[in-house]
């Protein structure tokens, strides 16, 4: 009833929101004489933060439409390789006309982002994607809006995210050799998990994993989002979050976690900043700063534009993940596509070169949380396990901003490069199904020691007798200062 009654609302406000902004433009129109009035700009200003407050916020696009390769401008397409009932995996496909920039294009590495499921859209990491397409091939996760999703393709399980996650991982495998995959903030769970499974399998798993503000051990320095989960029971969220869609979207009748409960949450964090925000955003109009002011639509356009979660995968999150830590107290047992139950064991996972990213000041996966998949992925040589903590950086500031781009980036890159196998263009098509694997011979699994020759060689070997952590870790990268 509550989800009808907002949706109700927010109908109620559209009209006023769009006649807000029409009034905004006509007293800051020059031809209007109106707008020559001395209160004019203020009016102005005020009526455009009614509209702000007011509208509608839909899905952004990610909008990348050119990147820069090595100096070289290259063009990106961006298409969706397959369509699931809850999530797309799109690809952004650079094309140059230049021989050499294509001849590096094509060596590059292919590249996985996995993108959080937990109230923003895959937009979200349009700076992560941006940034990494200039020297990767980029494919991301782009999970769609549950109440756009019909009754009909049936419901959506914590395992159906984890079982998605293994059919992209192999559709890139099959295309490429292999591929590296990166996890941010919720997905750190999941894909620790698919891999793990792959991995007990005997299936080939990526050769490198990019853990990246994520809730691995949510006990490790509770946040008040991990407290929330800790202190409600499993009942208290299954009565007082999940509602059904309105019969007026596709998804009518489906159990969801509403995006506008989700966006009630987020606010509620810092809701000091965000009255200043929209202050000082009604400052930058009167004083005509347009570039501030563009800064904070771009923003709050991302910010305030939120999906359902289907209440199925929302609610198994919250247990799994929050109340009963199955990951790190080696209990998960995770449903495959054949309708067999399997355990995840992260310890089977030998081939894998891991790096986990924290930042110092991340409110939301708080420190030490991420670092924790270095414990449970203890048969990883130390060697091809890296940490880094990045100083001053708060959970947005690891994959998106200037410190994303300057400090965390480059040890990404580096570290990816430092784990990447030739390609073979076309490979032969991998096992496609847990069942498939079983049946097959385990393919014989080159480590990132054995792929290195030459210098690349060199460097690893010098890197055995770095400092390590009592978990084995190199803390060559620990901190990088701002």
Not at 108 to 113: G, S
Not at 235 to 246: A, G, S
Not at 312 to 326: A, G, H, M, N, P
Not at 400 to 420: C, E, L, M, T
Request: proline content about 6%.
């Amino acid at each position: 009833m509550l989800y009808q009654i907002y949706e109700t609302q927010r109908s109620f406000m559209e009209p006023f929101a769009d006649l807000a902004q029409a009034a905004s433009k006509l007293f800051s129109n020059p031809l209007n004489p109106i707008a020559q009035t001395p209160m004019a700009q203020r009016v102005a200003a005020g009526y455009a933060l009614m509209h702000r407050l007011g509208k509608d916020y839909v899905k952004p696009e990610f909008g990348i439409r050119t990147v820069k390769v090595q100096g070289a401008e290259v063009a990106i397409h961006e298409r969706v390789e397959i369509d699931k009932p809850f999530c797309e995996l799109r690809r952004f496909k650079r094309f140059s006309d230049d021989p050499q920039t294509l001849t590096a294009l094509k060596g590059q590495p292919p590249v996985l982002i996995v993108a959080p499921l937990s109230g923003h859209y895959a937009t979200l990491l349009r700076d992560t994607v941006r940034t990494m397409l200039q020297g990767h091939k980029v494919y991301i996760t782009d999970w769609k809006n549950a109440r756009l999703v019909p009754m009909s393709e049936g419901e959506f399980h914590l395992h159906d995210y984890v079982n998605y996650v293994q059919e992209f991982i192999r559709h890139i495998q099959a295309r490429y050799g292999n591929c590296h995959v990166m996890s941010v903030c919720q997905p750190t769970v999941p894909v620790l998990a698919a891999v793990s499974l792959m991995a007990s399998r005997g299936e080939k798993t990526p050769l490198t994993m990019t853990m990246m503000g994520g809730p691995i051990d949510a006990r490790k320095s509770p946040t008040a989002v991990n407290n929330l989960a800790i202190h409600k029971s499993f009942e208290w969220f299954e009565n007082n979050v999940i509602y059904r869609v309105p019969p007026n979207f596709p998804g009518a009748g489906r159990r969801v976690y509403p995006g506008f409960l989700q966006h009630t949450g987020f606010v509620a964090m810092n809701p000091d900043r965000h009255a200043s925000s929209h202050y000082d955003y009604f400052k930058d109009l009167i004083k005509g700063d347009d570039a501030s002011a563009e800064a904070h639509r771009k923003f709050y356009d991302e910010y305030n534009a939120v999906l359902d979660m289907d209440a199925d995968y929302y609610l198994e999150t919250i247990q799994t993940v929050f109340q009963e830590f199955k990951l790190v107290n080696g209990t998960w047992d995770v449903l495959s596509m054949q309708g067999e139950l399997e355990r995840v064991r992260p310890q089977d996972i030998r081939h894998t070169a891991l790096l986990t990213v924290e930042g110092e000041l991340d409110d939301i996966s708080g420190s030490g949380q991420t670092r924790a998949a270095q414990d449970l992925c203890n048969n990883i040589p130390a060697r091809h396990r890296q940490h880094l903590e990045v100083e001053g950086a708060g959970h947005y500031g690891i994959f998106s901003g200037r410190r994303w781009r300057d400090k965390v980036y480059p040890k990404v890159h580096a570290f990816i490069a430092d784990h990447a196998l030739p390609q073979s263009g076309k490979a032969s098509v991998p096992a496609s199904t847990p069942a498939a694997a079983k049946k097959s011979a385990p393919a014989k699994k080159v480590t990132p020691t054995q792929s290195r020759t030459g210098a690349a060689a060199k460097k690893a070997a010098s890197s055995k007798g770095a400092s390590a952590s009592s978990a084995g870790v190199k803390t060559r990268w620990v901190k990088v200062k701002a």
